[in-house]
């Protein structure tokens, strides 16, 4: 197995701060890391909460991977908050952007 190495940075051209962390191995190349994907993606809203996250394949794809804050397997995750500022059930989506219904 490679050596992953996380890479983070900042997206430009997004209107709310989003972080991308990639994973790579020692020949630079992107690889899988032990939850499966080799790119997430966080979307934060302008009080720093993660209102998206996306998960991302060696190529580039989207990909679903098991998610505790969702449940079932999801290539994107939505989060939205009420008034009171708790987390109202996540959305979970599949790779082809169609919703997942919990079980």
């Given amino acids: 197995m490679a050596n992953q ?13 989003t972080i991308e962390e990639s994973y790579f191995g020692t020949d630079r190349k992107p ?26 394949g060696i190529l580039g794809e989207p990909i679903e991977v098991a998610d505790a804050a969702a449940g079932p397997r ?6 939205q908050f009420d008034g009171n500022d708790k987390q109202i059930e996540p959305q979970c989506f599949d790779a082809a952007g169609m919703p997942i219904l919990k079980q």
């Avoid at 994907?37 to 809203?45: F, M, P």
């Avoid at 999801?74 to 989060?79: E, I, P, T």
Wanted: proline fraction near 7%; include cysteine; charged fraction near 35%.
């Fill in 31 to 56: 690889v899988l890391q032990k939850n499966g994907y080799a790119k997430v993606a966080y979307r934060r809203d302008d009080l720093g909460r993660e209102i998206e996250r996306y998960y991302y």
């Fill in 74 to 79: 999801c290539a994107k995750l939505v989060s």
């Fill in 5 to 17: 190495s996380p890479e983070m940075m900042d997206m430009p051209g997004s209107r709310e701060p």
